[in-house]
């Protein structure tokens, strides 16, 4: 077999590699290439010449303008969880579209996953307990995600205060503490798990 796949012309081997692309969705794991009878060095030829598109590490597409950056995200990052700007975003906390996806991920997950060109990748290292606290699902044109909910957004949001743009932020709380779905009570479950007590009080606190 794997002469045989050797000896396929090149036009035979990429017809082939594009109709398995197609049946898998139009993205393929460099793995999941050991069920075609074409050598993997030819995938990389192919990578080289433009007939294919590496997405990022390990994954491959035939062309990228079939996928959006939702469809993208949703699809190479499941385990993940939108939070910080991306999960403001979302929730209509901010006005302008965040510069990249803001996803917090187990910090033992492998970070050549995030070195993609496109779409732009900002991963939050969080240790496993972490990562579990608040988590949620939303839908976003059609794609779902996991995601924090409002109130472990919030909670970051006043942990790393220092790291984010001060716009952003004051946006931010104030449009939490205008939201009438808040839940104070787990507003403050969450604090304590993200040791920002005292900030909830002293920021969002006086305004309730």
């Known amino acids: 077999m794997a002469n045989q796949g050797k000896n396929k012309s090149a036009e035979e081997a990429l017809r082939e590699v594009r109709e ?10 460099k793995e999941q290439f050991d069920e075609l009878d074409v050598d993997y060095r030819r995938i990389l030829e192919f990578v080289e010449d433009g007939s294919l598109v590496r ?3 390990g994954y491959y597409s035939d062309r990228m303008d079939r996928f959006t950056e939702e469809e993208l995200i949703a699809r190479l990052f499941p385990d993940a969880r939108l939070c910080m700007d991306s999960a403001l975003y979302a929730y209509g906390y901010i006005s302008r579209r965040p510069f990249g996806w803001h996803l917090a991920v187990d910090k033992n997950t ?5 070195k993609m060109d ?3 990748v900002i991963p939050y290292y ?18 779902e995600y996991q995601i924090y909910d409002r109130e472990r957004v919030i909670c970051d949001c006043l942990k790393y205060e ?17 939201d009438e779905s808040k839940d104070i009570s787990a507003l403050m479950e969450y ?18």
């Open 20 to 29: 398995f692309i197609e049946a898998h969705g139009g993205i393929v794991k």
């Open 55 to 57: 997405v990022k590490n």
């Open 110 to 114: 492998s970070k050549s996953r995030f």
């Open 118 to 120: 496109y779409p732009k």
């Open 126 to 143: 969080t240790e496993p307990e972490a990562l579990l606290i608040g988590s949620a699902r939303c839908e976003i044109r059609g794609h």
């Open 162 to 178: 220092s790291k984010m743009d001060r716009e952003v932020f004051k946006e931010a709380v104030q449009a939490y503490i205008k």
């Open 191 to 208: 604090a304590r798990e993200r040791r920002v007590v005292k900030k909830v009080q002293s920021l969002i606190g006086v305004w309730l």
